[in-house]
């Protein structure tokens, strides 16, 4: 099941479940569009991997209650600010690489 967690883990924005400025790597880290754009340069601090769109989880019960009041968003906050310049380093070479290729 796909954690949805409630801010960025950078600027600490709030993501509610229905967001759609949530981006996710594949280990399910989360930070806000802006600062996948504009600090991380599309390159997760964390593994090195490139980002998604968060999907959104149905918030009612369309079938086989698969939604969010049977599985609701996680409410643990990850806020593991992001030093840039050495971010910005780290980056420097990865992120020429297409994330489907790293």
């Keep these: 099941m796909l954690e949805l967690r409630p801010s960025c883990e950078n600027c600490h924005r709030a993501l509610p479940p229905a967001s759609t400025e949530a981006r996710i790597c594949s280990y399910e880290c989360t930070f806000c569009a802006d600062c996948v754009e504009g600090v991380l340069l599309n390159v997760c601090p964390n593994c090195g991997g490139g980002f998604t769109p968060r999907p959104v989880r149905p918030a009612r019960n369309w079938k086989g209650n698969n939604y969010l009041g049977a599985d609701p968003a996680s409410t643990t ?26």
């Design 77 to 102: 906050v990850k806020h593991r600010p992001v030093e840039a310049a050495a971010h910005a380093a780290f980056a420097a070479e990865i992120r020429l690489i297409a994330p489907e290729r790293r």
